[in-house]
């Protein structure tokens, strides 16, 4: 590396003996750093050797009860409790035989920014840096994926709870007037209303009670057969919540269900937000990355006319956690929501306070880390064409699992297969309880990690394949486990 000149300065560091945390030798750390990456590659590498899951045993528990370190010990032999005591015992979702909950797998790539990201030790909320420029980027090939403006605002958080959170507090300000963050939502506020189907994740429910605005006020609508918000059930809960006196505000659709991963009709429920003058949110979480697929794409169309969308690149992005996005059309409308003066926060027009975006005035957060980093070099490294073909194959594998779980009589599938969750049950007397088991039993075995859920009222072993590790061959191996597991527990 070259290093700037301008940058000298005049001055020795002399630093009180003993002060500063950097090593006292740089080449004991970056040998041992060195074995800490290449053993990471072979984890990665390898991870098929390894079960997909196992419980923490009763001493790996009592490790994590150790009091507060108040001597040193060396990087290596904290490194060595790493190995032995995290590393095995980690939730498995890296795994290709994860397939519980919408949970993306992470790349060497993430890995790798997510390193350089820490060593910049970047603060993303404000000032003159590349590091937002990175992020603005983003924001621009997010504005560009969608079809949204120019004027669109975008801003890394947490995950889509986050980004959900946002939505609504936007959608309230936009309502209420930017006077109701100094006075609360009140009288106005207590007449909202908010719409999002039954199968709406959630933290849509826990957005609205943190806003202020209260679980109550958002009216869970029925879906149809596909799992899809029923238009004209939506139409009716807003047309007789008006006519009752109250403020239909917001309607939340859905881009990939949690449990079946059903897409609301988009551009129905568009044009129903444009005709009612409410806000139209998009919970994206995972399947908003859809768009990366030209075979999928098509199926989120009416996405482009929300008036803000949440995503998250940690699941079918493949980002590492955490990297959720919110995108929101009106970059005014979001700042109103967030922004406060602060004398420590002033802007100036030159210097390393200058810079025209603020990340802080458009969320909660003041101190932020440079998500954006290891989602820059995902899309760079792996483009969106390869990401989309990811995506794709993760549908295909769906397709055929269930093609598999059709021909099968012992199993019964659950919710028709729209994107890459399958939902489906072992056949038996006492299903609920029986297949309950077998996913416990699957999950313990390491075989695979499916999760359940429940359709319809009964309860369906889930598997999400949002892991681009996962092949056939993980699907075969669940597929089986779950027949002789299944037979096991039918008979017991
Ligand atoms: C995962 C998910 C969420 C929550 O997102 P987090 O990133 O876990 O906060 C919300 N909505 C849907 C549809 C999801 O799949």
């Known amino acids: 590396m070259t290093k700037p000149d301008t940058a000298k300065t005049p001055h020795a560091p002399q630093s009180l003996a003993g002060t500063t945390l950097d090593p006292a030798d740089w080449n004991t750390t970056r040998a041992q750093g060195h074995r ?13 050797e390894r079960p997909t899951w196992q ?51 992470g790349t060497s790539t993430g890995m790798l920014a997510e390193m350089l990201a820490a060593g910049l030790n970047a603060n993303l909320g404000g000032r003159d840096h590349a590091p937002i420029a990175v992020e603005n980027q983003i924001t621009q090939w997010m504005r560009q994926l969608f079809g ?38 009140g009288a106005e506020g207590a007449k909202l209303r908010a719409y999002a189907s039954v199968a709406a994740h959630s933290c849509v429910t826990r957005a609205m009670d943190i806003a202020g605005l209260g679980s109550d006020a958002l009216r869970l609508i029925p879906i149809d057969s596909s799992h899809c918000m029923d238009m004209s059930a939506l139409q009716a809960a807003i047309t007789a919540d008006k006519k009752a006196g109250l403020e239909p505000f917001l309607v939340v659709g859905t881009a990939g269900t949690v449990d079946v991963g059903a897409i609301d009709d988009l551009k129905s429920i568009g044009a129903l937000c444009r005709k009612e003058g409410t806000w139209f949110h998009v919970d994206g979480a995972f399947g908003a990355l859809a768009a990366f697929s030209p075979e999928l794409a098509p199926r989120l169309t009416g996405i482009e006319g929300a008036d803000s969308i949440a995503l998250d690149f940690h699941k079918w992005g493949q980002v590492p956690y955490d990297a959720g996005f919110v995108l929101v059309r009106d970059g005014v409308k979001h700042r109103e929501a967030f922004a406060t003066p602060a004398a420590y926060l002033r802007r100036e027009t030159r210097g390393l306070a200058a810079g025209e975006f603020w990340p802080c005035d458009y969320g909660p957060d003041l101190s932020r880390g440079f998500r954006a980093l290891k989602t820059w070099f995902t899309l760079k490294t792996y483009g969106t064409e390869h990401l989309g073909r990811m995506i794709t194959g993760t549908c295909t594998l769906a397709q055929y699992l269930e093609k598999k779980i059709l021909a099968e009589p012992k199993l019964e599938l659950m919710a028709p297969v729209q994107l890459n969750i399958v939902c489906f049950r072992y056949r038996c007397d006492d299903s609920d309880k029986v297949n309950t088991e077998i996913v416990a039993d699957i999950q313990e075995s390491g075989i695979a990690a499916p999760s359940t859920t429940t359709i319809n ?28 597991f299944g037979k096991k527990r039918d008979k017991t």
């Open 36 to 48: 800490m990456l290449d053993d990471m590659f072979d984890f990665l590498e390898n991870l098929r």
């Open 55 to 105: 419980p923490m045993t009763k001493s790996v528990r009592d490790h994590f009860k150790e009091p507060l370190p108040q001597l040193a010990q060396s990087l290596e032999s904290v490194y060595e409790e790493f190995t032995k005591f995290i590393l095995p015992y980690s939730s498995g979702n890296v795994h290709p035989g994860f397939m519980g909950w919408v949970q993306g797998g």
């Open 148 to 185: 949204f403006p120019a004027e669109a605002s975008g801003l890394f958080v947490t995950g889509a709870s986050m980004a959900n959170l946002i939505a609504v507090l936007v959608a309230r300000t936009e309502i209420l007037g930017k006077i109701t963050r100094k006075t609360g939502a």
């Open 457 to 484: 009222g009964k309860r369906a072993i889930r598997a999400a394949l949002f892991n681009h590790r996962t092949q056939t061959c993980e699907v075969d191996a669940l597929f089986d486990a779950v027949l002789s």
